[in-house]
């Protein structure tokens, strides 16, 4: 929901990013500000997935260009657990498994962490579970993933759940999510976009990553972005993610080859 | 994000420091002449002293086996000094009469020897180079008619005991290392737990080497008579050393009908430093025989130490319905080499083993799985679960299972699961965006790893175990 009164949660100006040495982002800008949901939309290899690992300090990429802020805080220079605690969650497209790790275990180390960096009380096990089963209910969840080890033998479904979950928990400034509707059945997403449309506040901001239109039938974003190429080439609003699911990808490519044409 | 990773994996030993007190050293070099002199110190009767030469002679003829995944120089046997003791003025009555810098040196590696202060409740047997120095909680013990002392003492004391059980189930030339150490071991813990007696408290035995070039060559006879049970507890340290020692052990279980021994080791032997200069070869040769019907062994091992471990804690099922069991975790690090894990033995009929193996390998550590289930064609119904994974926590280790099986009755199951996976950047980065940093990470990716075999450790055990896990792995995160 785009609201009169918000502030500026994440700004990127000019980023670019490279792995191995080949370059992935090519010169990036974006503004979320607050109550906001935007989807970044794109052919596979574009490079939306790196964009999302690269606000959250993924190792691998290296930043060679640009600036990035977290309410005006630079959040390039902080490591991964830092902007993890400083606000930025991001929902992954294939979550790892912790075999022998209680579920409970490892959510409530997680919400402590993030708790006892905000200043905040941190929970004893019978307390987090309480509030735990409580946010567990958002999302259709039932009690024995507590039990499970971490993602062990998860559905593509309950991995998904588990990560939104997580998001519930952790209560971030702003959540990305990398291609959350990926190995869904019809059943789960709904689900999973109910739990973000739920979590998506007045306080908060989202970016959802996606190859499809069709978590934004669930999940309706104020803006679409199109990624191709390491930049974004297009940004509209929500019938955007329409006229692509319609019309694919290759005319936006097309239309900004030629506006790069016409300005050289 | 490998810098992590490698200030993770490299803490200093916490137990390297070498305690300045007198020693009785024989002069290095091994022939019929230093058993002698070993035999003689220790005052041993005749039987004893053929029992040791007759090993020697058949060393001599032995050849050190090759076949282990394990690279190190040749041991030159005549550069080691094998009976090296702490001197002692007169023979001690009481634990309050040990040399108090011997106490505090056992202090330091927080195992409780003074029997009023300990809360722990765990009986000790204190092994110092090659001599036992201190046993507590005998008294007590007694009283319900168990035998927990050094082996040379039983030796004076229960003759029989010991004579009936010595070798009988490691023979004097199972193997090389076994071989060398029937004929020069010098002392070790003794345990007898008569028929239907359930041990009141855990036994300990604590192994600690001191002297520079000393081997350590220690024996371990226990023996559960019918009905009876005992959980016994084994730790190991040693100083820091640029030079390489020889631990060449042999631990011997027999467990009679019914009876049921749960043998539990955390091995923490010094284990070179991070170019892999110094630390102790660790060959040793662990076997307990389920003589008896429904009888049960369980070894756990938590093998964290040593440059060089060699090591299979073994059981031979005999009785019908016997038990055996192994849960491991080995931990290599560095220029670390594992070569370790079981043998089951089915021989009685419906004998049933259970073997868990965890490796963790880091650095450029290697870790080797080496595991035989044998069914003989005796052991109808016979039945074996075996689990056996591997982590990998950077790129330049390695990691290897040799599973061997040999089925001899068709009426047998057996079933082997084996799995590998890693810690690399992508595991450590989903830690990061929940917040968790990378000490805590691993902690909990690796305790969950060992879960399986934490859990079989007595409580008190299964903290020290945690903590030593974290100690290799954790560190300053830069």
């Known amino acids: 929901m785009i609201y009169q009164d918000s502030t500026t949660v994440l700004e990127v100006r000019g980023l670019r990013a490279s792995v191995n040495g080949i370059e992935i982002l090519k010169g990036i800008d974006l503004t979320v500000r607050t109550g906001e949901v935007h989807a970044i939309m794109g052919p596979n290899g574009s490079g939306k997935s790196t964009f999302a690992k690269v606000l959250a300090g993924h190792p691998a990429y290296a930043v060679t260009a640009g600036t990035v802020s977290l309410e005006g805080r630079n959040l390039l220079e902080l490591a991964p657990e830092a902007r993890a605690r400083a606000g930025v969650f991001l929902g992954f497209q294939y979550p790892i498994e912790i075999p022998g790790v209680a579920n409970s275990q490892f959510l409530r180390l997680a919400y402590n962490t993030v708790q006892a960096q905000r200043g905040s009380d941190e929970l004893d096990p019978l307390e987090f579970d309480d509030f735990v089963r409580e946010k567990m209910k958002l999302l259709e969840m039932n009690p024995d993933f507590l039990d499970r080890s971490v993602n062990e033998g998860f559905s593509g479904g309950e991995k998904k759940r588990n990560e939104i979950l997580q998001m519930a928990l952790l209560e971030p400034r702003l959540g990305i999510l990398d291609e959350t509707d990926s190995g869904l059945d019809i059943d789960a997403l709904r689900v999973v976009a109910g739990g973000v449309n739920q979590l998506a506040g007045k306080d908060n901001a989202t970016v959802l990553v996606t190859h499809y239109q069709r978590l934004l039938n669930y999940i309706v974003p104020d803006y679409v972005h199109v990624m191709d190429g390491g930049r974004i080439i297009k940004t509209g609003g929500s019938e955007l993610a329409l006229e692509l699911e319609s019309r694919g990808y290759d005319w936006v490519s097309a239309e900004y080859k030629n506006a790069a044409r016409a300005t050289a | 994000m490998s810098t992590v990773l490698q200030n993770l994996v490299n803490q200093p030993y916490q137990h390297g420091f070498v305690t300045d ?181 855990d036994l300990s035995t604590y192994f600690r080497i001191n002297t520079q070039e000393s081997g350590q060559f220690e024996r371990t006879l226990i023996v559960a008579e019918q009905g009876a049970s005992v959980s016994y507890l084994e730790g190991c340290t040693a100083p820091k050393f640029d030079t390489n020692q020889l631990h060449a052990a042999v631990v011997e279980l027999v467990a009679l009908d019914n009876a049921d021994i749960k043998y539990s080791t955390v091995q923490n032997w010094y284990a070179g430093d991070e170019n892999g200069v110094g630390g102790i070869y660790n060959f040793v040769t662990k076997r307990g025989l389920c003589k008896g019907v429904n009888s049960r062994i369980s070894w756990t091992q938590v093998e964290t130490g040593s440059a060089i471990t060699w090591k299979y804690p073994s059981c031979i099922l005999r009785g019908e319905n016997s038990v055996g069991e192994f849960y491991s975790v080995a931990l290599t690090n560095h220029h670390q080499q594992a070569d370790t894990g079981t043998k089951m033995v089915h021989i009685g009929r419906n004998t049933r083993s259970t073997i868990v193996s965890k490796g963790i390998s880091a650095g450029q550590s290697s870790n080797s799985y080496r595991g035989l289930v044998r069914i003989a064609p005796t052991a109808a119904g016979a039945r074996n679960y075996s689990k056996c994974d591997s982590m990998l926590i950077g790129e330049r280790c390695s990691a290897n299972t040799f599973p061997y099986i040999q089925v001899g009755n068709q009426s047998a199951q057996v079933e082997h699961e084996a799995s590998t996976s890693k810690i690399g950047e992508d595991q450590l980065f989903y830690f990061a965006q929940r917040g968790i940093g990378a000490e805590e990470a691993v902690s909990m990716i690796i305790n969950g790893f060992c879960k399986d075999v934490f859990q079989q450790l007595p409580m008190e055990f299964a903290v020290e175990a945690t903590k030593l896990l974290g100690l290799k792995l954790e560190g300053s995160v830069g």
């Open chain 2, 21 to 201: 007190i007198e020693s009785d050293v024989a002069p290095k070099g091994l022939g019929e002449d230093t058993i002698r002199l070993i035999s003689a110190k220790k005052k041993e009767p005749g039987w004893l002293l053929e029992f040791r030469l007759k090993a020697f002679r058949q060393w001599l003829t032995m050849q050190e086996p090759a076949w282990p995944n394990v690279h190190y120089p040749k041991i030159d046997f005549q550069a080691i000094s094998y009976y090296s003791a702490p001197r002692a003025k007169k023979k001690l009555a009481s634990i309050d009469e040990v040399d108090p810098e011997l106490l505090r040196t056992f202090e330091k590696l927080g195992v409780p020897m003074n029997e009023r202060a300990s809360l722990a409740g765990v009986a000790v047997d204190v092994i110092f180079d090659s001599v036992s120095v201190a046993t507590t909680y005998k008294a007590k013990l007694a009283e319900v008619g168990i035998i927990f002392c050094s082996i040379s003492e039983a030796v004076h004391e229960h003759p029989e005991l010991v004579r009936r059980y010595l070798g009988t189930v490691v023979p004097a030339g199972d193997n090389y290392y076994a071989a060398l150490n029937s004929a020069v071991f010098t002392d070790g813990s003794f345990c007898f737990i008569p028929k239907g007696v359930k041990c009141p408290m």
